[in-house]
């Protein structure tokens, strides 16, 4: 790609400006990066969209399931015919549902692994395909899952496991060529939309700083985005100070 283009972020699984996948898209644009935010909800990703806007930086929303392979590449390309060149692409696409093993059925496991590691193999196909000729940091939002499975979580448990193998993977064999590719391992109650939808009160009964800022993650990948590829990190854990680990 041409050294004219403009440097963009792509971040996947993007939902409502308090979460995960809209802090990191404001801290990119904060950055200096026309910011791509791509998933299956138009109205919420508006949001961060209008407060990227707002704020002085450029933006722009692509409706993309990331579980399907021309969504994904159609994303890509669309980044590509605006003459822009994705410097930073982050995966945060899945949920967290528990279920108990006994009750688990083929559909719920395979659908937790579709977007888990199908889904980060193929936004991975596409940093690789945009990014590797210059360079540029590919970053999967993990989870504790990942590292253990716990009652009630197999299904999540095998889809971050799956999803951490695939970082590490394509981390040994594109670092070498320039690619940064990091995994992060987010340990505990994310202070965002989601807990205050299902479980209202829950953070103000504990403390907001018991619970993991979305704005202190996104930071966190942004510091990864610019770490020298001299010292670079693979895999961080994310976790509030008092979180049990």
């Known amino acids: 790609m041409s050294d004219t283009m403009t440097p963009a972020a792509v971040v996947f699984g993007v939902g409502p400006i308090e979460g995960v996948g809209g802090a990191v898209a404001l801290r990119a644009a904060d950055g200096g990066l026309k910011t791509y935010v791509a998933g299956r909800h138009p109205d919420k990703m508006a949001g961060v969209v209008a407060q990227i806007e707002a704020d002085g930086g450029e933006a722009m929303a692509l409706s993309c399931d990331a579980t399907v392979k021309a969504e994904v590449e159609a994303v890509f390309a669309r980044v590509a015919a605006d003459g822009c060149r994705p410097v930073l692409v982050v995966f945060n696409v899945g949920g967290n549902w528990p279920m108990s093993f006994m009750e688990l059925t083929p559909e719920?496991?395979?659908?937790?692994?579709?977007?888990?590691?199908?889904?980060?193999?193929?936004?991975?196909?596409?940093?690789?395909?945009?990014?590797?000729?210059?360079?540029?940091?590919?970053?999967?939002?993990?989870?504790?899952?990942?590292?253990?499975?716990?009652?009630?979580?197999?299904a999540f448990a095998s889809a971050k496991a799956g999803l951490r193998?695939?970082?590490?993977?394509?981390?040994?064999?594109?670092?070498?060529?320039?690619?940064?590719?990091?995994?992060?391992?987010?340990?505990?109650?994310?202070?965002?939309?989601?807990?205050?939808?299902?479980?209202?009160?829950?953070?103000?009964?504990?403390?907001?700083?018991?619970?993991?800022?979305?704005a202190a993650i996104a930071e966190t990948y942004w510091q990864l985005h610019l770490q020298p590829r001299s010292a670079w990190s693979h895999e961080l854990e994310l976790r509030p100070f008092v979180e049990t680990w």
């Not at 199908?118 to 540029?136: E, I, S, Y």
């Not at 981390?171 to 939309?193: K, S």
């Not at 205050?196 to 700083?209: I, L």
């Open 108 to 154: 719920f496991l395979e659908g937790m692994w579709r977007q888990g590691p199908l889904a980060g193999m193929l936004v991975g196909q596409g940093a690789v395909k945009a990014m590797a000729d210059q360079g540029g940091t590919l970053i999967f939002t993990g989870a504790s899952a990942s590292l253990r499975g716990r009652p009630m979580f197999a």
């Open 165 to 214: 193998a695939i970082a590490q993977a394509m981390a040994r064999e594109f670092g070498p060529q320039g690619l940064h590719v990091a995994h992060v391992v987010i340990d505990g109650v994310v202070n965002g939309e989601r807990i205050h939808r299902f479980m209202p009160g829950f953070v103000e009964a504990r403390g907001a700083d018991t619970c993991l800022d979305p």
